[in-house]
């Protein structure tokens, strides 16, 4: 057998023509096909999920090469010196292949702007909060931290003395505190000696030789972070807390607009520059810090990409370069363009060699952050290029004599770390498109008959090769994904693969224009007329509609997520703000993928603007029989408002304001909607007494989390009243009892609310509110068919909340449902159907052990597997915990037979984290902001895909164990041998009964 369905079912009517052999060689194989726990089997591990470990900063501005001296790694961050809140990351990565050897969030709090320095085998960083942190080089340890004060724009410098003894200095307002490398004050001096305004702007990294004075540039700044007047150069003596001398003259070609962010010192020769850009990014200066007052004007192309050994070699030459690097050991320069690289010989002579190889380096379309030589030998460099869109690709110039050879010797994606949306698509195609034709092979291949003929076909291929059993079982079992990953601040589309050799690798990539300032995907359609099984409101379709909002505009690219080739791209006029993309599936004649941009003063645009498209949208539309609805959160405001869209005479469409929900004095701080494509295979939920509890799933709610944005609420609140009112005149579920756990704290006002609301009517159909929740901590929330799961911090206790809702219909009592009698039971569902959209809420409040940053749930092809919920914790982990733990009807006393023969448990308000649980065992996944799941062919696999932070990860897993899939490590070599063995002593049986039979005749 091989990685095929192997069920109970099916293997009794597996007959051989042995009967007692052949019950034995069944057992044997479903005995050995069993899976009896959750956790990843050690086989597993690493060949059905994988980590992708970013830096964490997309962009790199800082780069120190070799902190340790040995050449084989370097330091990255994000900072250096610009104002504006950065990444907060600073890592240590691999100079061989760009690997992420350790990273560190190095901020106190999130939002804040950090500054790096380097020096004695530590990397000292500085957050807005004024932490000074050394960290250990080669493992990232915490060696000291230090408080300086506040800094608001921090930045960090480091320098040696004559005794070649290293320092940091770091400026906190105007005063510059200067620590010794292993945590001792020094001293502190004060730059309002300078002037009454000024501001340190640069530390030189060498003391002078002939006094031992430290020397530093400061200045005067203005709000718009230009320097108001010509900076002044000081010594300091550190020691006595005194400034010694102060001058500048030496500073003569100062221009009034220079940028103080850009300021830096560069060493040329035996003598030190500071270096400044203009603001407007048209040229820069090197200001001359010796006597001599040299000057000299630097060509902007070679600001912040240059060395300063480059720029004393020959200024001119690389400044008709993107970026060029010197190494001294081979006497090389190196220039770069975007489709070319040049390298010369000589310091003087110049002179060019002949460079073959690989030249495509840089996209046309991005720019460069930085350019850095890692390393450095007579016959080899490698050269770091970081570019705006986040890409970091690793140059290596192999010189022998006059000629080079130029290639990539790697190339890492930084800018997965900002991804903000993902959209997961089947890669395993076999010609279609659509949903009938996709489906319908599948099934056709999961048949009886077919995986029979597919298992000989197997079996047989085993014995003599089984080089792409793997691959062939992936795409049979449709677990073959590729992962459509958006970054609204790189301004770029990736697909990623997810199975085979290429797991976690970058397919294909595709450049969105960097001046618009949003972007979005958009996949699937409507939500369906019927509410059984769920929303139905995904497609199967590998087109993907990516949308760019500029000034004036909509670019548009419908592209195939599975291979990225973009089958249609344009453009659509646009005369105010888009407020909703609202999704259609058409055959439109650009692209089958469509959408409804709905703007702020309500007109409509059909993206694209195409004629076919807007008549399958119209006709939808006429079709419903209450009208097309869609709604539009106004976060600002705290505040939903529904609208009507309807198609207009003249083909357009035009929406209208029907309802609206305001949150007055409060803010909102989470959503969540339905997923779109979620099957829900029972409407229903079987009781200990054969009672019926119904599900209530509405295709158009909303949940939105509020907290209150002062401390003060109004007596008789809407949470107050509507809780009284929840429930009444209906029968209690069995499992719910009257007792209730009573926190031990006095009650007190509400904080955080939690609003279920009908996205068509407007209305708030549930609110639940809770106390003592801290407002300023992250809260999770999501809707998994008439669950709603939520988690918060209590300020009170320092603990994570978890907060459940389910809502139902009613009941269907175990005798009312009868061969002969059968409840009236509607198909559709409607929002103006006051009686059917008031659901009966339950809820329970449970204790989480760790910070949540991110809640999913699992999906199947059917909802037959049971659903858990999955939970990204603050330590790094995703855990999946069975949703029958989080249910609302656990009661509080003692089990009721009914409620034992249901399985329900007592109530414990701690939720119990099993590290068989653990989907990413030993695995850290740093600062998940999301994770989605999507089927597969079989019911028990589900796929799940964690982003949003630093790193990305996927997996499979089983919510219900692999009744359905033999597992990876499962040996087919063992079972094909066995097999063999026993067809060779049936036949051997066969021969020795039938000559003992015909023996026997002749006695």
Known sequence: ?????????????????????????????????????????????????????????????????????????????????????????????????????????????????????????????????????????????????????????????????????????????????????????????????????????????????????????????????????????????????????????????????????????????????????????????????????????????????????????????????????????????????????EAWKGTNAMEALSVTGETNIIGADDELTSATLLSCSANQLTMLLSTESGTATALRLDVDGSSAKSGIAWTKEDGLSTISTAIMLDGSHIGSDDLVGEEAALLNRLSFSSRLSSQFTDLTTAVSARLTQSNKKDHAFGFVKIAVLLSQSSHRVWGLDTAGPNRGNIKWTIDLPKSAKWHTMVHGTKSSKSAAHGINGGTHSREILVLSAQEEQIDWKCIDGTDGDIHAEGSVAIASPVIQIVPFYGSGEFCRQGALALHSDMSISAIPNDNKLKEDIAGDMTELENGFFSHVVRREDSKLESVQIKPSSDGAFVGFPVGQTAFAGEKIVGLSYPVRDEIVQRMSTTLGDNSLLLKYINPHLVAIVTVASNELTVEGDISSSMSKKNGTGKRKPVGVTNETPSASEPPNTPNLFVNLVDTVTGRIIHRTSHINADTAAPVSVIISENWVIYTFVNQKSRRTELGVLTMHEGMIDSKSLTAFSTPEQASSFSSFNTKESKPVVLSKLYTFPKAVTALGATATRDGISARNIMFATADGKITSIPRQMLETRRPSGELKPAEKTEGLVQYMELIPMVPLMTLTYNKTVEGVQNIISVHTGLESQSLVLAFGGPDIFFTRTSPTKGFDLLPESFSHTLVSIVTVGILVVLAVVKTMSAKKTIKQGWV
């Open 1 to 341: 057998y091989n990685d095929h369905i192997l069920t109970a079912s099916q293997s009794t009517r597996m007959k051989f023509r042995s009967g007692a052999l052949s019950a034995i060689a069944s057992a044997a194989c479903l005995a050995a096909t069993t899976t009896t726990t959750q956790a990843i089997y050690a086989e597993d591990a690493g060949k059905i999920d994988f980590l992708i470990a970013t830096p964490g900063h997309s962009v790199t501005r800082f780069v120190h090469p070799s902190p340790t001296g040995d050449g084989d790694s370097f330091i990255t961050s994000d900072s250096a010196g610009q104002s504006g809140p950065t990444s907060c990351y600073v890592a240590k990565r691999s100079t061989q292949d760009g690997s992420v050897l350790w990273r560190r969030n190095v901020c106190t709090q999130a939002g804040q702007s950090h500054a790096v320095a380097v020096a004695d085998e530590r990397v000292f960083t500085v957050d807005s909060s004024g932490i000074l942190k050394a960290w250990s080089t080669s493992d990232a340890q915490l060696d000291w931290e230090a408080k300086i004060g506040d800094t608001g724009n921090p930045k960090a410098w480091t320098f040696t003395d004559a005794n070649k003894k290293s320092y940091v200095a770091a400026a906190a307002g105007q005063t510059l505190i200067v620590i010794s490398s292993s945590g001792q004050t020094v001293g502190t001096v004060s730059a309002s000696s300078v002037s009454s305004d000024a501001q340190w702007l640069e530390v030189l990294p060498v003391t002078t030789a002939s006094n031992g004075l430290v020397q530093a540039l400061a200045g005067t700044v203005g709000e718009d972070g230009l320097l108001k007047k010509k900076p002044t150069l000081v010594e300091l003596d550190i020691s006595a807390q005194s400034l010694v001398t102060s001058s500048s003259s030496g500073l003569g070609h100062f221009k009034g607009n220079l940028s103080a962010d850009s300021i830096h010192a560069m060493q040329v020769g035996d003598s030190w520059q500071i270096a400044a850009r203009a603001s407007e990014g048209s040229e820069a200066f090197a200001f001359g810090v010796d006597a001599s007052n040299v000057s000299e004007n630097i060509p902007m192309s070679v600001w912040g990409k240059l060395t300063s050994d480059v720029y004393s070699i020959n200024a001119d030459k690389a400044g008709s370069f993107s970026a060029a690097t010197y190494c001294d050991a081979a006497d090389v320069m190196v220039g770069v363009n975007f489709g070319s690289v």
